[in-house]
């Protein structure tokens, strides 16, 4: 069984920075992808980006490409999102997840976060 706990959510003005955490605990991991989602409300759960464990690779949405970045500390089982210049349409629950495949779909990921919440007020 995999934990995952998200921090670093808030409010922040538009144009501003957050940097989210998940801390992933219960196994050691060496291969498979983290992901980070978001969900505003009345929506679909949205992809944002994933990393691939082993090798630190990382994909974006359009949506957020120049102004996230995913990156991963392997010896803590921690993956970071930092997002900069938001935007009120940024604002969401943030969701990280884990699975053995790097899918840009929510059904492909087996273990989930129970979100942060960023709010971005214009």
């Known amino acids: 069984q995999v934990q995952l706990v998200e921090s670093g959510g808030g409010l922040v003005q538009a144009g501003g920075s957050l940097r989210l955490s998940c801390v992933a605990s219960?196994?050691?991991?060496?291969?498979?992808?983290m992901a980070w989602f978001r969900q505003a409300p009345g929506q679909e759960r949205e992809f944002v980006a994933y990393?691939?464990?082993?090798?630190?690779?990382?994909y974006y949405a359009d949506s957020v490409k120049g102004r996230f970045a995913i990156s991963r500390d392997n010896a803590k089982n921690t993956v970071f999102l930092q997002l900069n210049n938001l935007k009120p349409e940024d604002a969401a629950v943030y969701y990280c997840a884990v699975g053995r495949l790097a899918r840009v779909t929510a059904d492909s990921y087996d273990y989930w976060g129970q979100g942060t919440q960023v709010t971005v007020s214009s």
């Open positions: 219960g196994r050691t991991f060496s291969t498979g992808t």
């Open positions: 990393t691939i464990w082993s090798s630190g690779f990382a």
